[in-house]
């Protein structure tokens, strides 16, 4: 009887041991997940806004082209207009920006990078986008 009970405590104990190795083992996990997902997030409020410049750039971009072909401007005040515009959307001064008329529509190519300082990593964002007017140029 003595033996039976030596070897209940020694399988009660073993089983409180595998349960307190497998709570810890489930902190640490937890601890990971919280610790990547944080950096996920960080790296999301660091992206978004430079994604949603961009967005915005390339619409103005647009509506410049559209605006230059219809009112008669030339290829000048289209670069004119995205170097202004391009202050409010944090476009750097080194960006490319060439406009032209090309198969009588008005076009415009700008091309420029942006770093994003992640932890432990800068990534360049690169921006290379060209917009064409949709209507025809106006022969005046």
């Given at each position: 009887m003595n033996t039976e009970?030596?070897?209940?405590?020694f399988m009660n104990t073993q089983s409180l041991l595998n349960q307190h190795s497998q709570q810890g083992g489930a902190r640490l996990k937890l601890t990971i997940f919280i610790v990547i997902?944080?950096?996920?997030?960080?790296?999301?409020?660091?992206?978004?806004?430079?994604?949603?410049d961009s967005y915005y750039f390339k619409?103005?971009?647009?509506?410049?082209?559209?605006?230059?072909?219809?009112q008669g401007y030339d290829s000048n005040w289209?670069?004119?207009?995205l170097k202004k515009?391009?202050?409010?959307?944090?476009v750097p001064d080194?960006?490319?920006?060439?406009?032209?008329?090309?198969?009588?529509r008005m076009e415009v190519h700008v091309q420029f990078s942006r770093p994003i300082?992640?932890?432990?990593?800068?990534?360049?964002?690169?921006?290379d986008y060209t917009a064409k007017s949709t209507a025809f140029l106006n022969i005046k």
């Open positions: 009970t030596d070897e209940t405590n997902f944080a950096l996920v997030i960080y790296g999301g409020y660091l992206y978004i806004p430079v994604a949603v619409d103005i971009m647009q509506n410049k082209v559209d605006m230059a072909v219809t289209v670069t004119e207009q515009n391009g202050k409010d959307y944090n080194n960006a490319a920006i060439s406009a032209a008329q090309k198969e009588g300082s992640l932890p432990g990593y800068t990534y360049n964002y690169e921006f």
